[in-house]
């Protein structure tokens, strides 16, 4: 049942104890009009001491009609008290149903604030997830940076290994120059020991080369001469000695 029917058949009630009230009041003016109408006649009746038949039936009507009266009045009395018992208990219903109703708006109320901790928290997530997001931007940047010089790197290396390969190219250059040179130029020949080294101007490794072969041949006889003129009877030592290494 919910608090306005309550209310309602409440109010119903009470407006139906109002009517009896108002009911009984009429029927004690009554009765009480009639008791002064006997009054009236009990008077009449000591002043002349004696009844006649009508005035005596008349007495005992009224007589009749009051005690109808008086079990009117009391039966409308128990109703109303009926009525009020029923009333007292709506009200106690009313009570709980008023309780229970404070009761549910105060868990309302709790489930307001546990919904406002919910935004709250959603919030606090989106938060988190913005945070998140810049964190895989930061993160792909450096990545990005990260594959950037990797890429340097490679380019680095791919020049490094054109260099070497370019220093290799040189290095053959120079030994395929040194074989031509093999085969043609002026020679220092120790007649002795039938030796010879190749005579480079200008050449600072040579000039070493030259010292320590003219050193080892101190004493012999050390000539400058064409190759051409030892080639076939003397030694190349830079030769041995390449072979050697
Ligand atoms: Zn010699």
């Keep these: 049942m919910s608090i306005d029917k309550l209310l309602n058949a409440n109010m119903e009630f009470r407006q139906e104890v109002e009517k009896l009230k108002e009911q009984l009041t009429q029927t004690k003016e009554l009765l009480n009009s009639k008791n002064e109408e006997l009054e009236k006649v009990k008077n009449e009746l000591n002043k002349k001491k004696t009844l006649t038949k009508e005035e005596f039936e008349e007495v005992e009507n009224i007589k009749k009609e009051?005690?109808?009266l008086k079990s009117l009045i009391i039966a409308t009395d128990n109703k109303i008290k009926e009525l009020n018992s029923i009333i007292n208990a709506k009200e106690e219903e009313s009570d709980?149903?008023?309780?229970?109703?404070?009761i549910l708006s105060t868990q309302i109320r709790s489930q307001e604030s546990i919904n406002t901790t919910i935004?709250?928290?959603?919030?606090?997530?989106?938060?988190?997830?913005?945070?998140?997001?810049?964190?895989?931007?930061?993160?792909?940047?450096?990545?990005?940076?990260?594959q950037d010089k990797e890429k340097i790197i490679e380019e680095q290396n791919k020049e490094i290994e054109l260099i070497k390969n370019q220093l290799e190219n040189l290095q053959h250059r120079k030994s395929a120059t040194k074989n031509v040179n093999l085969h043609r130029g002026r020679v220092r020949a120790c007649i002795k020991c039938s030796e010879?080294?190749?005579?480079?101007l200008n050449d600072p490794e040579n000039q070493k080369v030259i010292k320590q072969f003219e050193?080892?041949?101190k004493g012999h006889t050390i000539i400058t001469v064409d190759l051409s003129e030892v080639k076939d009877r003397y030694r190349n030592i830079e030769l041995i000695e390449d072979s050697e290494q």
């Design 66 to 68: 009051n005690i109808e």
């Design 215 to 217: 050193l080892n041949h």
């Design 196 to 200: 010879y080294v190749f005579l480079h």
């Design 96 to 102: 709980k149903i008023k309780e229970e109703l404070a």
């Design 119 to 146: 935004l709250e928290l959603e919030t606090k997530i989106k938060e988190f997830e913005s945070i998140n997001i810049e964190k895989e931007k930061i993160i792909s940047s450096k990545n990005q940076l990260i």
